[in-house]
Every structure is written in structure tokens, then in C-alpha cells.
Nanobody
Framework: QVLLVESGGESVQVGGSLRLSCTAS????????MAWFRQTPGQEREGVAG???????TYAKSVEGRFTISRDNAKNILFLQMSSLKPEDSAMYYC????????????????????WGQGTQVTVSS
């Protein structure tokens, strides 16, 4: 059993910054790949950023240069540092984990992740 709990979502102004956290517990090891996804009503869940156990990362084109994914393997915490936020970044953000390796040639795909959190809401307004 793997439990993922996201936190840090809130309402921010355009151009602002925010850091999301995801605390993992249960049968999860530092070898797991982890990722952040986001979803707005009526839309498919979109892969935002992913990170392997060795620290290798991949990002969606829409967030490259603005978002940074990182992880603290000792504490089983995943982070997403978001800056230069835009209204189109508004969404429910989900944390995901999987025991397999991460494909680094594209943004994370929903089908590649087994475990999911409940989400945290980010709203960017002008």
C-alpha cells in the first residue's frame, strides 16, 4: 500500500511562485519514479514533470524553465517549485509514483504510474 498526500496548493497572483509537496508513505522506496500531473475540469490529466530515483528529470514543454521537480529520498517527499505562474497553470495538481523507471524522452504519461494522491488545487489569477 502506497499513500501519497499533496499539499501547498493555494491561490496566487500571475507571475508568483508556489511550492507543492507530496509526502509518500507505505511500501515505497527511493527507487520509485515520481511525477506531478495536473488536470482541469473536462480535460485529460497532463504530465507536468517527472523524476527518477537517480534524479534525472523530464518536463512538459509548457513548464520547462519555470517549474522544477525535486525529491528528498530520505524523507520520501516530492516537491514541485513553480515560478512565473500563469493563469493556464491553474489546475488540480496530483502526485504519482511507480516502481518502474521513468521515460525521459517525453513528459510523464498517466498510464505509466500506478499510485496517485488526491490532489491539491492551484489557482493563478490576475
Amino acid at each position: 500500500q502506497v499513500l501519497l498526500v499533496e499539499s501547498g496548493g493555494e491561490s496566487v497572483q500571475v507571475g508568483g511562485s508556489l511550492r507543492l509537496s507530496c509526502t509518500a508513505s507505505g511500501v515505497i522506496g527511493s527507487s520509485y519514479s515520481m511525477a506531478w500531473f495536473r488536470q482541469t475540469p473536462g480535460q485529460e490529466r497532463e504530465g507536468v514533470a517527472g523524476i527518477q530515483s537517480d534524479g534525472a528529470t523530464t518536463y512538459a514543454k509548457s513548464v520547462e524553465g519555470r517549474f522544477t521537480i525535486s525529491r528528498d529520498n530520505a524523507k520520501n517527499i516530492l516537491f514541485l517549485q513553480m515560478s512565473s505562474l500563469k493563469p493556464e497553470d491553474s489546475a488540480m495538481y496530483y502526485c504519482a509514483a511507480d516502481p518502474r523507471g521513468l521515460r525521459l524522452d517525453r513528459a510523464p504519461a498517466q498510464k505509466d504510474f500506478l499510485h496517485w494522491g488526491q490532489g491539491t488545487q492551484v489557482t493563478v489569477s490576475s
